[in-house]
Antibody, heavy 119, light 112 residues
Framework: QVQLVQSGAEVKKPGASVKVSCKAS????????ISWVRQAPGQGLEWMGW????????NYAQKLQGRVTMTTDTSTSTAYMELRSLRSDDTAVYYC????????????WGQGTMVTVSS | QSALTQPASVSGSPGQSITISCTGT?????????VSWYQQHPGKAPKLMIY???NRPSGVSNRFSGSKSGNTASLTISGLQAEDEADYYC????????????FGGGTKLTVL
């Protein structure tokens, strides 16, 4: 079946970097974009950015520009999100989600990866 | 502060109908038919319930419907069931610069 499977939980110190993976299966990876959405504990959803799995084009949320990089590896149907210079307010569950082409809606979600930033 | 405004909570009894509103601006909800709604149970990933204002993905119950008037979108759930108790988030494309998708703050639905 169509699914996105993410890497496991991470604990990082402030100032460090984290890289979360998202492996797709059950569909043609390059036919859809992948967005990353995060959710701080007890808070709402925040869109972080998008990457085209077809050509690698990216679009990042302005507040994360310079700290986030999204990439894909089409040979393994895997998307990656790297966040640098981590702060305590980056503590959140990070989700990857497949974007319905042209609709800005996310129809398949990964299970989420908890990233904890703590000294 | 979220870009889209939702009520913090709504409630209803089994069998009743409820409506959750999502208010934005002409740069997002009012300007484009790219409003989506997500259901999230505790500890789970969000699930797409409505996209493009009123379209239901395959497998989503027809008890869920969406609409829009001006800068406000709405999600209506009819025939409330216990399993509908969850958090609901709206989202919209925005032309206000990045981010290009904005979410509402979420609404906690309680089935009494």
């Amino acid at each position: 079946q169509v699914q996105l499977v993410q890497s496991g939980a991470e604990v990082k110190k402030p100032g460090a970097s984290v890289k979360v993976s998202c492996k797709a299966s059950g569909y043609t990876f390059t036919s859809y974009g992948i967005s990353w959405v995060r959710q701080a504990p007890g808070q709402g959803l925040e869109w972080m950015g998008w990457i085209s799995a077809y050509n690698g084009n990216t679009n990042y949320a302005q507040k994360l520009q310079g700290r986030v990089t999204m990439t894909t590896d089409t040979s393994t149907s895997t998307a990656y999100m790297e966040l640098r210079s981590l702060r305590s307010d980056d503590t959140a569950v990070y989700y990857c989600a497949r974007e319905l082409t042209g609709d800005h809606a996310f129809d398949i979600w990964g299970q989420g990866t908890m990233v904890t930033v703590s000294s | 502060q979220s870009a889209l405004t939702q009520p913090a909570s709504v409630s209803g009894s089994p069998g009743q109908s409820i409506t959750i509103s999502c208010t934005g601006t002409s740069s997002d909800v009012g300007g484009y038919n790219y409003v989506s709604w997500y259901q999230q149970h505790p500890g789970k990933a969000p699930k797409l319930m409505i996209y493009d204002v009123s379209n239901r993905p395959s497998g989503v119950s027809n008890r869920f419907s969406g609409s829009k008037s001006g800068n406000t979108a709405s999600l209506t759930i009819s025939g409330l069931q216990a399993e509908d108790e969850a958090d609901y988030y709206c989202s919209s494309y925005t032309s206000s610069s990045t981010p290009d998708v904005v979410f509402g703050g979420g609404t906690k639905l309680t089935v009494l």
